[in-house]
Antibody, heavy 120, light 110 residues
Framework: EVQLLESGGGLVQPGGSLRLSCAASGFTFSNYAMSWVRQAPGKGLDWVSSISGGGGATYYADSVKGRFTISRDNSKNTVYLLLSSLRAEDTAVYYC?????????????WGQGTTVTVSS | NFMLTQPHSVSESPGETVTISCTGSSGSIASNYVQWYQQRPGSAPTTVIYDDSQRPSGVPDRFSGSIDASSNSASLTISGLKTEDEADYYCQSYDSSGLVFGGGTKLTVL
């Protein structure tokens, strides 16, 4: 069974940083792109970033480009999202997601999410 | 930028059939696959349709997806509605910039 378990969320002050982790199991991790999708309170789904199976290609939404960094460690079956220069509008539940193949085009399996709150 | 537009809400009675539309802003929606996700209150999303019309294992055949190139839209149809289908539904496609989600449609089964 494919499982994705996010961790690392919490309360952080504006301008601060946080690293989210997503531990994957139940599939050959390096064969699939992985993505992060967020959902602000009461709002819809918003794509944040994706990374290829080998980690050599990364993609970002314009709203987070230059502030967030996606990475992965295939030896640990884990994908990360480093959030920096955080703003109040980054407050959201962040979902880790497995893509259908080694290219971003859609989500196959979703994690349960980890909550990030940016507030002073 | 490419955008997907969905109705904010739809409602239908148990046992009936409902269709949720997803209209592309530019280009041809048929050029890239469309996925549909269900999100029940307080839960993470789950995938109910991928590659325009394919169902993941475990998704009942009451759920179906289609593309209408003439209206540049995708549709999710749920037949034999059950109260458990009450949820938010999101369409999703992609372009050279990344994944693109529709704004979501709240389905009420009353």
């Amino acid at each position: 069974e494919v499982q994705l378990l996010e961790s690392g969320g919490g309360l952080v002050q504006p301008g601060g940083s946080l690293r989210l982790s997503c531990a994957a199991s139940g599939f050959t991790f390096s064969n699939y792109a992985m993505s992060w999708v967020r959902q602000a309170p009461g709002k819809g789904l918003d794509w944040v970033s994706s990374i290829s199976g080998g980690g050599g290609a990364t993609y970002y939404a314009d709203s987070v480009k230059g502030r967030f960094t996606i990475s992965r460690d295939n030896s640990k079956n884990t994908v990360y999202l480093l959030l920096s220069s955080l703003r109040a509008e980054d407050t959201a539940v962040y979902y880790c997601a497995k893509d259908f193949e080694d290219a971003y085009y859609g989500v196959d399996v979703w994690g349960q999410g980890t909550t990030v709150t940016v507030s002073s | 930028n490419f955008m997907l537009t969905q109705p904010h809400s739809v409602s239908e009675s148990p046992g009936e059939t409902v269709t949720i539309s997803c209209t592309g802003s530019s280009g041809s929606i048929a050029s890239n696959y469309v996925q549909w996700y269900q999100q029940r209150p307080g839960s993470a999303p789950t995938t109910v349709i991928y590659d325009d019309s394919q169902r993941p294992s475990g998704v009942p055949d009451r759920f179906s997806g289609s593309i209408d190139a003439s209206s540049n839209s995708a549709s999710l149809t749920i037949s034999g509605l059950k109260t458990e289908d009450e949820a938010d539904y999101y369409c999703q496609s992609y372009d050279s910039s990344g994944l693109v989600f529709g704004g979501g449609t709240k389905l009420t089964v009353l």
